[in-house]
C-alpha cells in the first residue's frame, strides 16, 4: 500500500525503531525537506522547513528524533531534530547517517584529510563523544553505512572490487568481508533483517534494479533469493 501521494515527491524512507512511522526525505515546490507519515498512511508532515538541502534522514534510538544530512551551514553536515521541542543541532560534519542498534553510536561518511574519494566510514559515540576512522576507500557516495543487528559490524558499498559489492567491516576497524561478488552487477543499498540473519540490497544484475535477499554472510548469484513485488495499492484510484 502506497503511503504517500503527490504532488510532492518523497524518497529515501527510514522505518522508526517501533515500526509505527516512516521518515523521508520530500521535494516541496523544490525545496528538499524531512517528512514523516504514519505507518498505515497519513498526511505527511513536514518536520525541517529551512530553504537548504536536507536529505538522508535516520531515525534516533529512542525513536524522539531525527538525525539528517543538511547543507544549511555550508558543506553537508549531519543534524539532529528533537521531534518533541523541535530543537535542531549540528552533530558531525558528514553525509549518509547510521544509528546503531542501541542508540549509542553513529556511523557515517566523511573525507580523510590527504586521501582522495568521499572518504571513509567514520564513528562517532553519542552524543557528543570522540570520532574514529572505521574503514577508508577510495569510495563514491553509495557507500551507504548499514549495522548489524546486532551492533558487531556495518555493511556498507564497496567499488574496490571494480563493480559495486555489499561488504563488511567491524566498527572498531579491520579487515573488510565481501558479501556480494557479481561481475554481471552492482549491488547496492544493503539493509539487514531484524533478526539479522539475511540482509537486503539492489542489483542492476538482470536490468531495472530488482530487490535481493540473502544469508547474512552473503553468497554467489545463485544463493540470492528475488523479492517480487507482485501488487500495489495506490492511495487515491
Given at each position: 500500500?502506497?503511503?504517500?501521494?503527490?504532488?510532492?515527491?518523497?524518497?529515501?524512507?527510514?522505518?522508526?525503531?517501533?515500526?509505527q512511522r516512516v521518515a523521508l526525505s520530500m521535494d516541496t515546490e523544490g525545496n528538499l525537506d524531512i517528512g514523516v507519515v504514519d505507518a498505515a498512511g497519513s498526511a505527511v508532515e513536514r518536520v525541517t522547513t529551512h530553504e537548504a538541502v536536507d536529505v538522508e534522514p535516520e531515525w534516533s534510538g529512542d525513536g524522539e528524533g531525527l538525525f539528517f544530512v543538511s547543507a544549511r551551514e555550508g558543506g553537508f553536515r549531519i543534524f539532529h531534530r528533537?521531534?518533541?521541542?523541535?530543537?535542531?543541532?549540528?552533530?558531525?560534519?558528514?553525509?549518509?547517517?547510521?544509528?546503531?542498534?542501541?542508540?549509542?553510536?553513529?556511523?557515517?561518511?566523511?573525507?580523510?584529510?590527504?586521501?582522495?574519494?568521499?572518504g571513509g566510514i567514520w564513528v562517532k559515540e553519542l552524543p557528543a563523544g570522540e570520532e574514529r576512522l572505521a574503514h577508508y576507500e577510495e569510495s563514491e557516495y553509495r557507500m551507504k553505512p548499514a549495522w548489524t543487528p546486532d551492533g558487531s559490524a556495518i555493511l556498507y558499498v564497496s567499488e574496490e572490487a571494480g563493480?559495486?559489492?555489499?561488504?563488511?567491516?567491524?566498527?572498531?576497524?579491520?579487515?573488510?568481508?565481501?558479501?556480494?561478488?557479481?561481475?554481471?552487477?552492482?549491488?547496492?543499498?544493503?539493509?539487514?533483517?531484524?533478526?539479522?540473519?539475511r540482509f537486503a540490497f539492489v542489483s542492476t544484475r538482470t536490468g531495472p534494479m530488482p530487490l535481493y535477499t540473502v544469508a547474512a554472510g552473503g553468497g554467489p548469484f545463485a544463493s540470492w533469493r528475488e523479492v517480487v513485488l507482485e501488487e500495489t495499492t495506490p492511495r487515491t484510484p
Amino acid at each position: 500500500m502506497a503511503l504517500t501521494q503527490g504532488p510532492a515527491y518523497h524518497f529515501e524512507p527510514a522505518w522508526s525503531p517501533d515500526g509505527q512511522r516512516v521518515a523521508l526525505s520530500m521535494d516541496t515546490e523544490g525545496n528538499l525537506d524531512i517528512g514523516v507519515v504514519d505507518a498505515a498512511g497519513s498526511a505527511v508532515e513536514r518536520v525541517t522547513t529551512h530553504e537548504a538541502v536536507d536529505v538522508e534522514p535516520e531515525w534516533s534510538g529512542d525513536g524522539e528524533g531525527l538525525f539528517f544530512v543538511s547543507a544549511r551551514e555550508g558543506g553537508f553536515r549531519i543534524f539532529h531534530r528533537d521531534l518533541e521541542t523541535g530543537s535542531t543541532a549540528e552533530v558531525v560534519t558528514g553525509i549518509q547517517p547510521a544509528v546503531s542498534p542501541d542508540g549509542n553510536r553513529l556511523a557515517y561518511v566523511a573525507s580523510v584529510r590527504g586521501r582522495t574519494g568521499t572518504g571513509g566510514i567514520w564513528v562517532k559515540e553519542l552524543p557528543a563523544g570522540e570520532e574514529r576512522l572505521a574503514h577508508y576507500e577510495e569510495s563514491e557516495y553509495r557507500m551507504k553505512p548499514a549495522w548489524t543487528p546486532d551492533g558487531s559490524a556495518i555493511l556498507y558499498v564497496s567499488e574496490e572490487a571494480g563493480t559495486n559489492d555489499v561488504r563488511v567491516v567491524p566498527p572498531q576497524g579491520g579487515n573488510p568481508n565481501i558479501l556480494t561478488v557479481d561481475p554481471q552487477g552492482e549491488e547496492t543499498s544493503p539493509s539487514p533483517s531484524p533478526s539479522g540473519s539475511r540482509f537486503a540490497f539492489v542489483s542492476t544484475r538482470t536490468g531495472p534494479m530488482p530487490l535481493y535477499t540473502v544469508a547474512a554472510g552473503g553468497g554467489p548469484f545463485a544463493s540470492w533469493r528475488e523479492v517480487v513485488l507482485e501488487e500495489t495499492t495506490p492511495r487515491t484510484p
